[in-house]
Structures are given as structure tokens and as C-alpha cells.
């Protein structure tokens, strides 16, 4: 899959679980906005509702050369999963403490995929422990650098 949008936030936020790839279902110009990039998933989650699955608050801009036909840019979107992985996923998002987040949006052959994991959100001494540890290797890496 070739990544069009990330979602760096996520990886910070949430401690990553399980992920997996899921088709969405979109309009001619949301699939145009997609490709350009004009796409923001920070504030995104994927909820499941009636044996389907939906992918929230996620801004795809509205694009420019649309006409009067364009999109409402915060819509719900369906995810097209099988039904056994809705009820897998479902299953596992109503335990206490995990949700599904979006990570990356892109493109696989003519197809937009999404790429979300099953996550659970880090304590506040767990961020900070991340942001000591990239610190490190940082300065580690630097450290290696400059000996050469």
C-alpha cells in the first residue's frame, strides 16, 4: 500500500495492539481529495454500529474542481470489512479501554484502504517515558555519528 496520510499522532497517544487494512466507501471527490492528500486523521476513531463499521471524524477537505456536487468533509464513512472481522473487532472494542484509530490512508492498486489498529491510550508517565526513550536513541544515534 502506498501511504498517502499518516496519522503520527496515534502512534504517540495510543499503544498500538493489532492492526489491520479496511476498504471505505467514497464519493468520486473524496477519492480525489484522498489522493492529493487533503486528508486529516488525528481526531478519527472507527466505531461499529448494527454489524457495520464506520470510520468518524476524520476531515477529508473538499475538492476544489468538484462543482456543486461536492461532500460534507466530516461524514461518517463505511469501512468494508467481512462481517466476521466487524464481529471480531466489535467484540474486542467493547472491552474496557480499547478502540479502533486510524493510522494511515492509501492507496492499494485503485483502491483507498485504511490502516487502523486496536489500541490502548498510554498514561501520562507512558508518553513521557516515549518521549525520553526517542530522546536517547536521539543522542546515542548523534553520539555514533560524530565518532566517525
Known amino acids: 500500500m502506498k501511504v498517502l496520510v499518516t496519522n503520527r499522532r496515534a502512534r504517540f497517544e495510543y499503544e498500538l495492539l493489532e492492526r489491520f487494512v479496511a476498504g471505505l466507501a467514497l464519493t468520486g471527490s473524496e477519492v480525489k ?3 492529493e492528500g ?3 486523521l488525528q ?3 472507527v466505531t461499529f454500529e448494527g454489524g457495520e463499521a464506520f470510520l468518524v471524524n476524520v476531515h ?3 475538492y476544489d474542481n468538484a462543482g456543486y456536487a461536492g461532500h460534507e468533509p466530516l461524514r461518517r464513512r463505511k469501512l468494508l470489512l467481512h462481517k466476521r472481522e466487524i ?3 466489535a467484540g474486542k472494542v467493547a472491552e474496557k479501554g480499547l478502540t479502533a484509530v486510524p493510522l494511515a490512508l492509501g492507496v ?3 483502491w483507498i484502504k485504511l490502516e487502523f489498529a486496536l489500541a490502548k491510550g498510554k498514561r501520562l508517565h507512558d508518553k513521557r517515558e516515549t518521549i525520553r526513550r526517542r530522546t536517547l536513541d536521539r543522542e546515542a544515534e548523534a553520539a555514533v555519528k560524530f565518532r566517525r
Open 33 to 35: 481529495s484522498v489522493r
Open 38 to 40: 487533503r486528508v486529516n
Open 43 to 45: 481526531d478519527g476513531y
Open 60 to 62: 477529508i477537505s473538499p
Open 87 to 89: 464481529r471480531r473487532l
Open 108 to 110: 492499494e492498486g485503485n
